[in-house]
């Protein structure tokens, strides 16, 4: 049986990102190494200890309705906007899964989360490329767009401006996956 924890244990750390365990109580029963240093804390300070207590009221607050749904038996995925200890704001995706026992009673739920902070900021940092991009191009005459051509021969336009409404008839967002009738 140690033999068995030690391996899950051993699993568990080389996840890349945060795992726990968590009881109906709200008490951790386990957390790996990622999740102690996600959020700053050692293990003693955050196994056996509430959720509220190791979170903080702010981030608690934010996910205690997920907290709800999952304890109701439910899985649930989120994203979560967190602060880290060095004051850094950052995004996670996060999955609270029920853990049931042999009965199937739902006696807590596990943590899986995965820092998605990159992910993120090269969403933002492609929208806000993309509305400057729109805002420039409104602004020429003529039109601005990306022509596809597939090997199978089928045409799209991936981005156009406005201007293709007057060049071609044709609104950009009806274009971007089949340009044939353009």
Do not use: C
């Not at 726990?20 to 951790?28: A, G, K, P, V």
């Not at 979170?55 to 309705?65: A, R």
């Not at 004051?87 to 996060?94: D, E, I, Q, R, S």
């Amino acid at each position: 049986l140690e033999e068995s924890r030690r391996e899950l244990v051993l699993v568990a750390n080389h996840v890349p990102g945060p795992v726990s365990r968590i009881d109906r109580n709200l008490r951790y029963l386990f957390a790996n190494n990622h999740y102690q240093q996600f959020f700053g804390k050692p293990h003693e300070q955050v196994i056996g200890h509430q959720m509220m207590e190791v979170l903080g009221e702010d981030l608690f607050s934010q996910v205690e309705p997920y907290i709800h749904r999952a304890l109701a038996g439910e899985k649930v995925t989120f994203e979560s906007v967190y602060w880290s200890p060095e004051g850094k704001a950052g995004h996670t995706l996060v999955n609270y899964v029920p853990d049931r026992d042999a009965d199937q009673n739902v006696i807590g739920f596990f943590v899986v989360a995965i820092d998605i902070t990159e992910r993120k900021q090269a969403e933002e940092a492609k929208n806000e490329a993309l509305n400057i991009l729109q805002k420039v191009t409104s602004r020429l005459p003529g039109a601005v767009y990306q022509f596809r051509l597939r090997p199978d021969g089928q045409v799209s336009i991936p981005y156009g401006s406005v201007g293709l409404q007057n060049l071609f008839g044709v609104a950009p967002e009806n274009v971007q996956e089949d340009a044939a009738d353009v």
